[in-house]
């Protein structure tokens, strides 16, 4: 659904009713679309740790890089 700014300040409690549905709302200003109006997903906490396992740090990470590779970013 598109609306032009006024008709979205005037209804933007519909508005968010109908973003909250699932439905995409555009706010337009003289015909052409300025911002979409959409519900934002449910945030869950995360879970630390949830990755444990699916990969490693290799034992050399911290090593210094290799004399050519540290000389480009000193050019």
């Known amino acids: ?3 032009n700014i006024h008709e979205a300040k005037t ?3 519909r508005l ?4 909250l549905m699932g439905e995409e709302v555009i ?7 300025l911002v979409k109006l959409v519900a ?8 630390l740790g949830s990755a444990k396992g699916e990969f490693t740090v290799p034992d050399d ?9 540290e000389d480009l970013f000193w050019k």
Not at 16 to 19: C, D, G, I, V
Not at 40 to 47: F, H, V
Not at 61 to 69: C, Q, R, T, V, W
């Open 16 to 19: 968010l009713e109908r973003a």
């Open 61 to 69: 990470f911290n090593d210094p890089l290799p004399k050519e590779i």
């Open 11 to 13: 209804h933007l409690s």
């Open 40 to 47: 934002i997903g449910k945030r869950g906490l995360r879970k």
């Open 1 to 3: 659904m598109e609306v």
């Open 27 to 33: 706010i337009a200003k003289a015909g052409k679309p």
